[in-house]
């Protein structure tokens, strides 16, 4: 095989083309078109909830959601430290400080068990972060939610689909957001949605992405708060009008993939994959892999090197917020001990994940791992 297989690449299988050029016609291209409605509601009836807004990244609507709950300077919000810088930054815009746990070394999420620990009069909310497709534990974060009466705001970025018991995620907290970048498996290049079943929420995140214009009545200049413009256009939307056509195969393709690494690779020691925990459906998203060194012979960098020289590119996983400069400058308190999410960061790398990756490329990836094995 001689084709670059990069790390993961956008699959535009259905009407995009055809939704976009409609979007043109009708000279609507910004904000105000009848794609971003729809998009809306289809997102929103997908995720199992009442409401839905668009924004432009997945960022802003973690920044929204948060402002939404009303996270406000001098407040805690606790969040894995195992997690893209993403996932804490929007917590620091509100003057707000990002608190981080360790990952439970299973499932890579948030370690549930050392939540409670990190709680203190300041906290305001709990952000779980699925990662990579898996949903969190919820169930004991539920209860220790309710027990010390915070809020939880979800970082949905990379579980379009994935489920709890279920319960899509989406639907696990009081306010979610999503990403729909170019790697996601519903994408508009760029863009976000925040999703939640509470009607106060959703209108504090309207309110606040668009400048804060009255939602009703005359739309004057007059500006009674400070707010963002977090709009999403309607061309963005017309993509995303046609890929949520095509989610529930997107989502299977996945899936499929992953089990397919998984039975290639079977036998290789010292290369493990995220599972599928009971009650839970995992779409993953990326096909994240752990090398342990010692078993299978060499390190992840020297892995990476070797399927960059046979075409295939990977990339490493998320460096832990503790490890994070920008975040030690903003006064976060990085000195505790996170072994799993530092063992995950040193030893974890993305094999190829595309919806759209063939089956005969996944075969030959697997055939060069085992190769390189073979040969240290």
């Known amino acids: 095989m001689n084709d670059f297989i990069q790390v993961c690449e956008p699959l535009l299988a259905g009407k995009e083309e055809e939704y976009v050029l409609d979007a043109v016609k009708t000279g609507w291209i910004s904000a105000q078109g009848s794609y971003v409605n729809m998009f809306e509601d289809e997102f929103a009836k997908f995720c199992g909830v009442k409401y839905s807004t668009t924004v432009s990244n997945g960022t802003n609507a973690i920044h929204l959601g948060l402002k939404a709950l009303n996270v406000s300077p001098g407040d805690e919000v606790i969040m894995p430290d195992f997690t893209m810088i993403c996932s804490a930054l929007p917590i620091c815009y509100l003057g707000a400080k990002p608190i981080f746990v360790d990952a439970e070394p299973e499932t890579w999420n948030i370690d549930p068990v050392k939540i409670e620990e990190k709680i203190t009069k300041k906290t305001k909310a709990i952000m779980v972060v699925h990662i990579y497709g898996h949903p969190c534990d919820m169930k004991t974060i539920w209860e220790i939610a309710k027990k010390h009466e915070l809020k939880i705001i979800e970082d949905a970025a990379e579980t379009h689909g994935a489920e709890y018991y279920g319960k899509k995620c989406g639907d696990l907290g009081d306010i979610a957001a999503f990403s729909f970048f170019a790697n996601k498996v ?38 009674q708060d400070i707010g963002f413009q977090y709009r999403l256009s309607n061309l963005q939307a017309a993509i995303g009008v046609a890929q949520m056509e095509k989610i529930d195969d997107y989502i299977e393709m996945r899936i499929n993939n992953n089990a397919l690494y998984k039975k290639y690779l079977n036998d290789v020691g010292g290369i493990s994959f995220q599972p599928e925990k009971k009650g839970c459906k995992n779409i993953y998203w990326m096909n994240a892999a752990v090398v342990d060194p010692i078993k299978y012979g060499v390190s992840r960098d020297i892995l990476m090197e070797k399927l960059l020289e046979r075409g295939i590119q990977t990339r490493k996983f998320f460096v832990p917020m503790h490890k994070q400069p920008a975040l030690k400058k903003y006064g976060c308190d990085c000195n505790g001990s996170f072994p799993v999410s530092s063992w995950l960061s040193d030893n974890g790398l993305y094999l190829p994940s595309g919806s759209g990756l063939k089956a005969s490329e996944i075969e030959y990836i697997c055939e060069v791992i085992r190769e390189i094995q073979k040969k240290n």
């Open 186 to 223: 519903v994408t508009t290049g760029e863009g976000g949605m925040v999703v939640t079943n509470s009607k106060d929420l959703i209108d504090r995140a309207k309110y606040y992405k668009d400048l804060c214009f009255p939602l009703s009545g005359e739309r004057t200049y007059f500006h």
